[in-house]
């Protein structure tokens, strides 16, 4: 079953790909004009237009002068309605917002501004990826309004919408009008952080550092190392234990600033995506507590440096590692 429904799904995007094979992605505008809006009845249209088709063979039946004018007027009204909900799209302008990055099982977060340059109010739109849950709104006239489409960032990497469809079907509901919108849009998913004390938060320290670590007095987690006999049962990682097999000593201590290096190697793990939100969360930690940190990986490392821009590059880093390199910007 699930089989089926992916099919189903695959074929469907391969009919909009090729619908939509002249439609470039739009870097940040775009505009709707007639060419890329597409318009078909609705269920409700095709009932209606069989109930004008049964009425005009009964007007020509018994040649009733008022049947055919009946039937006349609901035909003219069927056609003005379709001409109003193709109207209801015509010349509106999107505008993509910049989208921020998310730590994966966040929702990340797609905002558009949807203008509407005309003197008409337009009701009753609909914005939705395929698979999402569409967003109703309304533009009143000469008026502009923001639109926000939630999607679950369930893997780091990077995550795109993909075509998004803008559709209604006002003001009778006989027929839908609709646009397909291509953006050359994306949002980068950072790993998702695990807690500081199911890993080492620091797997290396350079020689001279101020950073105290072996206070047991101190208030503050300052990480877990190696079990040496001796060592008081009370300051146990169990959690670490029961992951790794191995007996780790909580430590506590002070801050008064300091380098460290986050050392892959040195992680106690060895799955891929387990590692990295551990070194997710050690980046996320040093970077509050205002030190200079570097970043060693497998072909890569970073020099120490502090700050908002360094702490970006070791996330992106973290979210494009072992990926394909047409899968990250």
């Not at 040496?228 to 909580?250: E, F, V």
Request: net charge positive; charged share 25%; hydrophobic share 40%.
């Amino acid at each position: 079953m699930k089989a089926l429904v992916l099919d189903r799904r695959r074929l469907r995007e391969r009919a909009i790909a090729w619908i939509t094979r002249r439609q470039l992605p739009e870097g940040r505008t775009l505009r709707l004009h007639r060419r890329c809006i597409y318009i078909l009845p609705t269920r409700q249209g095709y009932t209606f237009a069989l109930i004008l088709l049964v009425m005009l063979l009964g007007a020509i039946n018994y040649s009733n002068s008022m049947a055919f004018m009946l039937t006349f007027l609901l035909a003219a009204l069927g056609a003005n309605a379709m001409w109003h909900t193709h109207r209801n799209l015509l010349g509106l302008r999107v505008t993509r917002r910049p989208a921020q990055p998310v730590f994966a099982g966040q929702t990340a977060q797609f905002v558009y501004t949807v203008e509407n340059p005309s003197r008409v109010t337009r009701r009753g739109l609909l914005l939705e990826t395929l698979d999402g849950t569409p967003v109703p709104f309304d533009v009143g006239a000469r008026d502009e309004t923001q639109v926000t489409l939630d999607l679950p960032a369930r893997r780091r990497g990077v995550l795109r919408p993909g075509r998004l469809r803008l559709h209604g079907r006002y003001p009778m509901g006989l027929f839908r009008a609709w646009s397909w919108l291509h953006f050359d849009e994306s949002v980068l998913v950072y790993p998702k952080p695990l807690p500081m004390d199911q890993a080492p938060p620091f797997a290396g320290q350079d020689e001279g550092e101020s950073r105290e670590r072996t206070d047991p007095a101190g208030e503050e987690f300052a990480g877990v190392r190696g079990y040496q006999p001796g060592d008081s049962p009370r300051h146990l990682d169990w959690k670490a234990l029961a992951r790794t097999g191995d007996l780790y000593i909580k430590q506590f201590g002070e801050v008064s600033g300091g380098q460290v290096w986050l050392d892959w190697d040195q992680l106690p793990a060895g799955d891929l995506e387990i590692r990295l939100s551990m070194m997710c969360h050690q980046v996320l930690q040093a970077q509050a507590q205002g030190l200079r940190f570097g970043l060693r990986m497998p072909g890569l490392e970073l020099e120490p440096d502090t700050g908002e821009a360094h702490q970006r590059r070791c996330l992106e880093y973290l979210a494009c590692f072992a990926l394909p390199a047409d899968a990250c910007p």
